[in-house]
Nanobody
Framework: QVQLVESGGGLVQPGGSLRLSCAASGFTFSTYAMRWYRQAPGKERELVAH????????DYADSVKGRFTISRDNRKKTVYLQMNSLKPEDTAVYYCNAPRVLISLTVADYWGQGTQVTVSS
């Protein structure tokens, strides 16, 4: 079955950096775009970054442009989110997402369990 396992979250001071990883299994990773979302307490889940299947195209929420970088390693079936110049407002649970994956004639979105990122002094 499809599994997405995030890691790399934690507590960091403002201005610091973290690198999130999402290890995928159960589907043909290299043929699907991947996304990172986040959800802060009391807020809706928001799209943070998107990367195409081959990694040649990326897109970011305005709030993270210039600070976050999404990348992927299709040999390792892993997608990353490098987060620099972190701000307290980046505090959230970060989720890895595989959108519209076709498994046994069924298309569905798949999500990881989430990893907590807390930016605080």
């Amino acid at each position: 079955q499809v599994q997405l396992v995030e890691s790399g979250g934690g507590l960091v001071q403002p201005g610091g950096s973290l690198r999130l990883s999402c290890a995928a299994s159960g589907f043909t990773f290299s043929t699907y775009a991947m996304r990172w979302y986040r959800q802060a307490p009391g807020k809706e889940r928001e799209l943070v970054a998107h990367i195409s299947s081959a990694g040649g195209s990326t897109d970011y929420a305005d709030s993270v442009k210039g600070r976050f970088t999404i990348s992927r390693d299709n040999r390792k079936k892993t997608v990353y989110l490098q987060m620099n110049s972190l701000k307290p407002e980046d505090t959230a649970v970060y989720y890895c997402n595989a959108p519209r994956v076709l498994i046994s004639l069924t298309v569905a979105d798949y999500w990881g369990q989430g990893t907590q990122v807390t930016v605080s002094s």
